[in-house]
């Protein structure tokens, strides 16, 4: 049997084989008929909040100023097995979070490498002033969170 001979007898027992597409086959787009484009319905938005009104802020004095800068801090612990510290009379310019730090370690015995502080539940670094982090619009009390390491103890 020679080559050619085979050719056409293998080609003619694959004719005589039913079409099967493979699972990944992909068609040319070109064929399809034309249909129209299918256009989904638009759902009802909720009604955009408002923003606050920056010349409203502005015209009227904040509590920090009215009081000379100073703010009242609180220092909430995550768990409740720890005390809540609040500090009153704090100048945010002045004052660090390092210093906020000692002041709730000598208050609860902590030390103070055994403790991070949060701010609006993220991690904040000691180099900063209060200032720096809470920002200038924020009123006459601040909440910061305290987390205490693993292993701490109170020291005695």
């Known amino acids: 049997m020679s080559e050619l001979q085979f050719c056409k007898q293998y080609l003619s027992a694959l004719d005589s084989r039913p079409i099967?597409?493979?699972?990944?086959?992909?068609?040319?787009?070109r064929s399809y008929p034309a249909q129209g484009a299918y256009v989904l319905p638009r759902l009802p938005h909720p009604a955009h909040p408002q923003r606050p009104n920056a010349k409203a802020s502005a015209a009227s004095p904040s509590a920090n100023?009215?009081?000379?800068?100073?703010?009242?801090?609180?220092?909430k612990p995550l768990k409740p097995t720890s005390p809540t510290v609040p500090l009153s009379a704090i100048?945010?310019?002045?004052?660090?979070l390092y210093d906020l730090k000692?002041?709730?370690?000598t208050s609860t015995s902590?030390?103070?490498?055994?403790?991070?502080l949060l701010y609006k539940k993220k991690l904040v670094a000691d180099s900063k002033t209060v200032a720096e982090v809470i920002g200038p619009d924020t009123g006459?009390?601040?909440?910061?969170g305290v987390m205490v390491m693993g292993g701490a103890t109170p020291v005695t």
């Open 110 to 116: 902590i030390p103070v490498s055994k403790i991070k």
């Open 140 to 144: 006459d009390g601040v909440e910061f």
């Open 102 to 105: 000692q002041s709730y370690s």
């Open 65 to 75: 100023t009215a009081s000379g800068n100073a703010i009242s801090i609180t220092l």
């Open 20 to 29: 099967k597409l493979s699972s990944d086959h992909i068609a040319d787009p």
């Open 91 to 96: 100048e945010p310019s002045k004052t660090s």
